[in-house]
C-alpha cells in the first residue's frame, strides 16, 4: 500500500494551502487503498510538553499571516476523476495516534475581552494521553478519561483557480468542495463525496482529532497526529450542492455559514434534495418526516470564533434504517 510519510505533510508553504498548481503527492486508482501519515495542527510542537504554548512557542509558524497551523497531506490525484465528478473517499481506518493536545488560544474564542473570563483568555496548553481506546486529560486535582472517537477535521478537494488557506477555510467558491470542517462524522466507516472541480480530484487531508465535543467551543479539540488509510471511487458527472457524509448508519450533509440558523437550513435543504435525488423520498415526505422523527437530528461540529472566514459547521442528519422502509 502506498503511504505519505509524515515528513511530507508539514512545515512547507504547500502543507498550509489548497492549491491546484502543488504537485501531487501521490497517484492512486479508483478503489486503490493508501495511506497518510498527518501531523497535528500545531506541527507536533506542543503534545509531548505542556508548558510550550502558542503563539508564543511556535516560532516561524506563526510568523506568518494566517498562521501555518493545520497542516495538510496533498493534493493525491485519483485517475479517472474528472472536473465536474464527485470524489467518494471512504475513511477505512485512523490508527498511530500520538498524544493529543487542548490549549487555550488567546483572542480567539467565544469569551475573549469579557470582564470575570480573563483565565480563557490565557495561554494554555494541556496533554491527553491517547491509548487503549480512552482519553486522558488531568487538569489541576481532577483526572478526566473518555472514550477516543478519531476523525479527519479538514478534508477538501483542491479550488479550481483559488489558493485557500487550509486554516481558516471550511470552503471556497464550492462549498461541495470542502474544508476545515471538523466534524465528527467523518470518521472509519464513513464516505465523504467532494466534487471536484479538477482532473484527479486533488485531494488533501490532514488535522486529525482523537475526540472532540460538539461545537469544538475553545476552538480547538483533541488535536493529534496519526495515519489515515483511505480509498477513493468517483461518481462521474454529479453536481452537489453540500459535502455529504455517508456514516454506518446516517446521512448526512454538511454546511458552513453564519448565522447558524441559515446553516442549518441550508444542510436540511441539501438533505431533503439527497433523499429525493437518490432515495426515491418525494420533498414534502422528507420534509416533514424531518420534522417529526425524533432520530432525525441537527448536529452542531464547529463553532470557533476569531478565525476570520472560518464558519460555523453544522450537519442534517438522517438514519439510514428508514430508507429501507
Given at each position: ?8 505533510n508539514?512545515?512547507?508553504?504547500e ?9 501531487p503527492?501521490l497517484?492512486?486508482k479508483?478503489?486503490?487503498a ?7 495542527t500545531y ?43 464527485v ?10 495516534l500520538?498524544?493529543g493536545t ?13 470582564r ?9 496548553t494541556?496533554v ?9 486529560w488531568?487538569?489541576g486535582?481532577?483526572?478526566?478519561s473518555?472514550t ?17 488557506s487550509t486554516?481558516p477555510?471550511?470552503?471556497g467558491?464550492?462549498?461541495a468542495?470542502?474544508g476545515?470542517?471538523d466534524?465528527n ?8 463525496y ?6 484527479g ?15 469544538e ?25 453540500n459535502?455529504?457524509?455517508?456514516t ?7 454546511y458552513?455559514f453564519?448565522p447558524?440558523e ?15 435525488e437518490?432515495?426515491?423520498f ?5 420534509y416533514l ?7 432525525f ?5 464547529q463553532?470557533?470564533a ?11 442528519e438522517?438514519?439510514k ?5
Amino acid at each position: 500500500m502506498q503511504t505519505v510519510p509524515r515528513s511530507v505533510n508539514f512545515g512547507k508553504p504547500e502543507n498550509y494551502v489548497f492549491d491546484a498548481r502543488t504537485t501531487p503527492v501521490l497517484k492512486v486508482k479508483p478503489g486503490e487503498a493508501f495511506a497518510a501519515e498527518i501531523e497535528d495542527t500545531y506541527n507536533g510542537i506542543l503534545r509531548s510538553d505542556r508548558s510550550k504554548l502558542q503563539p508564543r512557542d511556535l516560532g516561524a509558524y506563526t510568523d506568518r499571516i494566517p498562521y501555518w497551523y493545520n497542516p495538510v497531506c496533498g493534493p493525491v490525484y485519483v485517475e479517472g476523476v474528472d472536473k465536474g465528478d464527485v470524489l467518494a473517499v471512504t475513511v477505512l481506518d485512523i490508527d498511530q495516534l500520538s498524544a493529543g493536545t487542548v490549549a487555550t488560544v488567546p483572542r480567539v474564542h467565544h469569551f475573549a475581552g469579557l470582564r470575570g473570563w480573563e483565565e480563557t483568555d490565557e495561554m494554555y496548553t494541556g496533554v491527553i494521553v491517547n491509548s487503549d481506546a480512552t482519553a486522558t486529560w488531568e487538569y489541576g486535582a481532577r483526572t478526566h478519561s473518555w472514550t477516543l472517537q478519531p476523525f479527519i477535521g479538514t478534508i477538501a478537494t483542491a479550488p479550481e483557480y483559488e489558493v485557500l488557506s487550509t486554516l481558516p477555510t471550511n470552503f471556497g467558491s464550492i462549498m461541495a468542495c470542502g474544508g476545515n470542517l471538523d466534524s465528527n462524522a467523518i470518521c472509519p466507516g464513513s464516505t465523504v463525496y467532494l466534487q471536484s472541480v479538477n482532473p484527479g480530484g486533488l485531494l488533501f487531508v490532514g488535522d486529525l482529532h482523537a475526540s472532540q465535543g460538539d461545537g469544538e467551543i475553545c476552538g480547538v479539540a483533541n488535536e493529534v497526529a496519526g495515519r489515515v488509510t483511505l480509498v477513493c471511487e468517483v461518481i462521474k458527472g454529479k453536481r452537489l450542492r453540500n459535502v455529504r457524509v455517508e456514516t454506518r448508519d446516517a446521512l448526512v450533509s454538511l454546511y458552513s455559514f453564519r448565522p447558524m440558523e441559515e446553516a442549518f437550513r441550508q444542510a436540511s435543504r441539501d438533505l431533503i434534495l439527497w433523499l429525493e435525488e437518490d432515495y426515491g423520498f418525494s420533498r414534502r415526505e422528507s420534509y416533514l418526516l424531518m420534522s417529526v422523527c425524533p432520530e432525525f437530528r441537527l448536529r452542531t461540529y464547529q463553532m470557533c470564533a476569531g478565525l476570520g472566514r472560518l464558519m460555523t459547521t453544522v450537519g442534517a442528519e438522517f438514519p439510514k434504517h428508514y430508507l429501507k422502509s
